[in-house]
């Protein structure tokens, strides 16, 4: 089964670069895949999953909360500031905050909320890549100290999508000193083509999607019904 293959494959990085057995945690991408898979995914117990549209997790998400315990989900797409109350009562975790509004919405939401605050990732557009979102690597210590100090936000780590014509190694290498530097224990980064190396540079959270649910299918049904 591809939950299990993957989920074999995670530890066995694990091992060959020394690291804890479970010291690394599967994000299952479920964006874009018909609602089958996803509860498929469910009922073999995994709980942990990534979306990357605010929209299109509101319509699978609140009920499959509802039909199955423990669920967590990360957001994983970049965020605009009018989906920060949306997307704060329904994600675990951001995993893309990449500017200083979002940082002040997000706390501005928080106190007028009451909610506790979620799992904060700053995302490093570490490829400096013009239409991809994330903080470039040399703002990245302003930007996360901007978000300590001027919004009392506690950020849990980092996140990457490398460019997808580089080797990934340099680009999770370059997270990884950037989340020393600044005392970050969390590093989400790896995806299907490339999970294994980024567990080799420190990842503790790899998003997987097509290796765990098959080829996305777009226009498939991905809202659940009750
Ligand atoms: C879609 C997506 C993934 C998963 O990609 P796969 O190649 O299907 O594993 C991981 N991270 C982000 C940010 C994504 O948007």
């Known amino acids: 089964m ?5 989920l074999h494959r995670i530890r066995r990085a694990e091992a060959k670069a020394n690291r804890p057995a479970g010291s690394v945690e599967l994000t299952a991408v479920s964006k ?13 117990g995994h709980r942990l999953f990534g979306e990357n549209r605010v929209q299109e997790a509101q319509g699978k998400w609140p009920t499959l909360k509802q039909r199955y315990d423990g669920i967590r989900l990360h957001l994983i797409g970049p965020l605009q500031t009018n989906k920060v109350k949306a997307a704060l009562e329904l994600f675990d975790a951001i995993e893309s905050v990449d500017r200083e509004s979002v940082a002040e919405k997000i706390a501005a939401e928080l106190e007028k909320s009451g909610r506790s605050q979620p ?3 700053v995302q490093v557009n570490t490829g400096e890549e013009p239409q991809k979102a994330g903080i470039a690597p040399g703002e990245a210590d302003a930007l996360i100290e901007r978000c300590r100090g001027e919004y009392g936000l506690e950020i849990a780590g980092l996140m990457v999508i490398p460019p997808a014509d580089e ?3 340099p680009h999770f290498a370059l997270l990884s000193k950037i989340a020393e530097r600044n005392s970050l224990a969390k590093l989400s980064m790896g995806m299907s083509g490339d999970f294994e190396t980024a567990i080799e540079f420190g990842a503790t959270e790899v998003r ?5 649910f098959g080829d996305r299918v777009p226009g498939a049904v991905t809202a659940a019904s009750e």
Do not use: F, K
């Open 208 to 212: 997987v999607g097509s290796a765990v």
């Open 167 to 169: 080797p990934p190694a």
């Open 119 to 121: 799992l904060l990732y």
């Open 2 to 6: 591809a939950l299990e293959d993957v």
């Open 32 to 44: 874009v895949q018909p609602i089958e898979r996803v509860e498929a995914v469910l009922d073999q």
